[in-house]
T-cell receptor, first 115, second 110 residues
Framework: NAGVTQTPKFQVLKTGQSMTLQCAQDMNHEYMSWYRQDPGMGLRLIHY???????DQGEVPNGYNVSRSTTEDFPLRLLSAAPSQTSVYFC??????????????FGPGTRLLVL | EDQVTQSPEALRLQEGESSSLNCSYT??????LFWYRQDPGKGPEFLFTLYSAGEEKEKERLKATLTKKESFLHITAPKPEDSATYLCAVQAKGTYKYIFGTGTRLKVLA
């Protein structure tokens, strides 16, 4: 049981480049989400999904796209990277069944530097 | 607007010196309040969920409490391994969104 995995661990991009941050979970969780963490700003929700085919915007969605074709995977796409997207990105998942639904499990993070 | 404020931003304690971290929140109907621990370079790790005022939960040296406006994370006789950033988050009823505070960086000195 690997939990929540994220790849890559670290990435350097040039302004305007595109890339996809990968997130996968093996706990059969319905809920998956993406956050960015910046110094002094805390964790901010980018996008989330409550099941395959269902996604919605969080607090800071601009510049990011997501899709959820399977229960396990929830990739985050940067279509045209900007220096303001330099951050640490965390993926999280949780069950939507009963009281355990609010326990979010986080991945190890992806550190992104946009030059 | 839903909001979470944590204080202090940073806290240094001597080993065995008990203290409390504060999480003040404003939310349109609380579904749950959550505490996480985050070590440097790692993702947050779940500690507690509190659902209603008056609720308390404990885990080893940590005890979380909840009122209608704030939550406290009490640390009793801390050890150096308790050093981490402690994050608080809330979820409003009728939404799947979580709002996080900026965290309290705790350093426990031996």
């Amino acid at each position: 049981n690997a939990g929540v995995t994220q790849t890559p661990k670290f990435q350097v991009l040039k302004t305007g480049q595109s890339m996809t941050l990968q997130c996968a979970q093996d706990m059969n969780h319905e809920y998956m989400s993406w956050y960015r963490q910046d110094p002094g700003m805390g964790l901010r929700l980018i996008h989330y999904s409550v099941g395959a085919g269902i996604t919605d915007q969080g607090e800071v969605p601009n510049g990011y796209n997501v899709s959820r074709s399977t229960t396990e995977d929830f990739p985050l796409r940067l279509l045209s990277a900007a220096p303001s997207q330099t951050s640490v990105y965390f993926c999280a998942s949780s069950s939507l069944s009963g009281r355990s639904q609010e326990t979010q499990y986080f991945g190890p993070g992806t550190r992104l530097l946009v030059l | 607007e839903d909001q979470v404020t944590q204080s202090p931003e940073a806290l240094r304690l001597q080993e065995g010196e008990s203290s409390s971290l504060n999480c003040s929140y404003t939310v349109s109907g609380l579904r749950g309040l959550f505490w996480y621990r985050q070590d440097p370079g790692k993702g947050p790790e779940f500690l507690f969920t509190l659902y209603s005022a008056g609720e308390e939960k404990e885990k080893e040296r940590l005890k979380a409490t909840l009122t209608k406006k704030e939550s406290f994370l009490h640390i009793t006789a801390p050890k150096p391994e308790d050093s981490a950033t402690y994050l608080c988050a809330v979820q409003a009823k009728g939404t799947y969104k979580y709002i996080f505070g900026t965290g309290t960086r705790l350093k426990v000195l031996a």
